[in-house]
């Protein structure tokens, strides 16, 4: 059984750039989650995916978006990047209806 | 607002103490509450799920509880080793985050050999 893998672990991007982060959700997992954890802080929801649709979503302004694919992986997409987006940025996934989600490595963001 | 608050921020033990830690939360209807240890600069290990129904659950030196009542759920560790040393977040999941987590700032352990 694979775990959740993110790529890239590590990212620099320059203030005003866009970015799209990776996620494989863990095998027999349906439902992927994005946070965003900043330095000291604890993660905090950006948005949800169930069958390929957003399916609920935490207080990010729309330049935060994603995607699900048939294959249950993931992306987060970031446009016009601001310093404050530095951060871990952490996906997760879970079977629907069951309890407990399973968190990647993630990709650490530094916007300069 | 819901909120999860964790206590203390950080604690610094000898090797071989027994500790708490502490976790509180507000969301009245929570599915279940789930403990994670993350070392530095990488994701989250899950070490401790207890569903809501539930009051305790053990893991090896790991024992969490849960009072839905009072609203707070403690991290017993027993034994502590030196690789213990990492930040511990709990993260309650409930009727009202519609099922998401929602997580405290963590408690940063550090063990002394």
């Given at each position: 059984?694979?775990?959740?893998?993110?790529?890239?672990?590590?990212?620099?991007?320059?203030?005003?750039?866009?970015?799209?982060?990776?996620?494989?959700?863990?095998?027999?997992?349906?439902?992927?989650?994005?946070?965003?954890?900043?330095?000291?802080?604890?993660?905090?929801?950006?948005?949800?995916?169930?069958?390929?649709?957003?399916?609920?979503?935490?207080?990010?302004?729309?330049?935060?978006?994603?995607?699900?694919?048939?294959?249950?992986?993931?992306?987060?997409?970031?446009?016009?990047?601001?310093?404050?987006?530095?951060?871990?940025?952490?996906?997760?996934?879970?079977?629907?209806?069951?309890?407990?989600?399973?968190?990647?490595?993630?990709?650490?963001?530094?916007?300069? | 607002k819901q909120e999860v608050t964790?206590?203390?921020?950080?604690?610094?033990?000898?090797?071989?103490?027994?500790?708490?830690?502490?976790?509180s939360f507000t969301d009245s209807?929570?599915?279940?509450?789930?403990?994670?240890?993350?070392?530095?600069?990488?994701?989250?290990?899950?070490?401790?799920?207890?569903?809501?129904?539930?009051?305790?659950?053990?893991?090896?030196?790991?024992?969490?509880?849960?009072?839905?009542?009072?609203g707070?759920?403690?991290?017993?560790?027993?034994?502590?080793?030196?690789?213990?040393?990492?930040?511990?977040?709990?993260?309650e999941?409930?009727?009202r985050?519609?099922?998401?987590?929602i997580?405290?700032?963590?408690?940063?352990?550090?063990?002394?050999?």
């Amino acid at each position: 059984e694979t775990g959740v893998t993110q790529s890239p672990t590590h990212l620099i991007k320059t203030r005003g750039q866009q970015v799209t982060l990776r996620c494989s959700s863990q095998s027999g997992h349906n439902t992927v989650s994005w946070y965003q954890q900043a330095l000291g802080q604890g993660p905090q929801f950006i948005f949800q995916y169930y069958r390929e649709e957003e399916n609920g979503r935490g207080n990010f302004p729309p330049r935060f978006s994603g995607l699900q694919f048939p294959n249950y992986s993931s992306e987060l997409n970031v446009n016009a990047l601001e310093l404050d987006d530095s951060a871990l940025y952490l996906c997760a996934s879970n079977l629907a209806g069951a309890y407990g989600y399973t968190f990647g490595s993630g990709t650490r963001l530094t916007v300069v | 607002k819901q909120e999860v608050t964790q206590i203390p921020a950080a604690l610094s033990v000898p090797e071989g103490e027994n500790l708490v830690l502490n976790c509180s939360f507000t969301d009245s209807a929570i599915y279940n509450l789930q403990w994670f240890r993350q070392d530095p600069g990488k994701g989250l290990t899950s070490l401790l799920l207890i569903q809501s129904s539930q009051r305790e659950q053990t893991s090896g030196r790991l024992n969490a509880s849960l009072d839905k009542s009072s609203g707070r759920s403690t991290l017993y560790i027993a034994a502590s080793q030196p690789g213990d040393s990492a930040t511990y977040l709990c993260a309650e999941q409930g009727v009202r985050s519609q099922g998401n987590l929602i997580f405290g700032k963590g408690t940063k352990l550090s063990v002394k050999p």
